[in-house]
C-alpha cells in the first residue's frame, strides 16, 4: 500500500503478517530488553522491513536505533520513516540525495476514540472530519495520521517539536481505481522553520490511501536540486 504513494526515488517494504525469527543486531536486542510480545512482533518486523527497504537501495543489513526522541538512526545518506499498528508494519527509505524528509504512517480505518479529534484538530480541520465522506473513510482517523505523517517527516529534520495545532491539513480525495478510497492532503506549517540545507520548511505535500481496513499517510520532501 504505501509503495503507491511514493515516487521512484522512495524504496519501501512492507508486511501485514509478522515474520517468525527474523534476525535482530545485538544491539538492536538490547533495546528491546523485556518489552512485551505485542512491540516484539513490531519491532522486529518493522526492521525487517528497513533491512529490505536498505537492500533496495543497494545498501548492506544494518542496526536501526532510536535516537533522541526515539527517531530511527540510518546509515549515513539514508533519510526514512517507519510505522506500524495492528495488521501492518512498513519501512520507506531514501538516499538523502534525492529526498530531503520522508514520513510515513499507518493506522486501522476506524473512528478515534471519543474526545481525541477535539484534542488534535484546528477548527476547519474539526468541520471537515465532521462532514460525511463521499469515499470510504474514517475521516478523524485519517486526519490523526496526517498529523503523525507531518511530525515524523518533520521531528528527523528539523529536531524540534511540533504540536497537533501547528500544522492545517487538507485533503483531496478520489475514489478508484480498484477498492478503497486514496488521495492527497496538504499540510500548512503554522510555525515554519529553516532546515540544517537551507530549505524554508513551511508546508509538506503528502498522499494517503485507505483500503483492506487500514488507511496509510505518506510525505515526501525532495533535496534540493
Ligand atoms: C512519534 C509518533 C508520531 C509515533 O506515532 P505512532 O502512531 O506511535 O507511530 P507508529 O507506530 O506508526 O510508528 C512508530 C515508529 O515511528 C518512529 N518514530 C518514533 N519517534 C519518532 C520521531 N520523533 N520522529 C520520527 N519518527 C519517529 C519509530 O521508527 C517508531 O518505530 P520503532 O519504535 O519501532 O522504532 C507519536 O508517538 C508522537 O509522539 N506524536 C505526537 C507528535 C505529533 O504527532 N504531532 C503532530 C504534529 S502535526
Redesign the pocket.
Known sequence: MIGELMPETVVCAEAFEDRDEEALFPEERRVLGQAVERRRR??TT?RACARQALAGLGLPPAP?L?GV????QWPTGVVG?????DGYRAAALARASDVTAVGI??EPDGPLRPGVLESIALPRELAWARTASPVPVHRDRLLFSA??C???A???MMRSE???E??EITFSQAAGPGPGAHGAFHARILRPARNSLGQQVGSFSGRWSARRGLLVTAIVLAAPS
Do not use: G, I, Q
Open positions: 513490531e519491532f518493522v536501526v532510536p526522541r526515539n527517531t530511527p520513516s517507519m510505522t506500524h499498528c504512517d499507518a498529523k503523525e507531518v511530525y515524523k518533520w521531528f528527523p511540533l504540536d497537533f501547528d500544522a
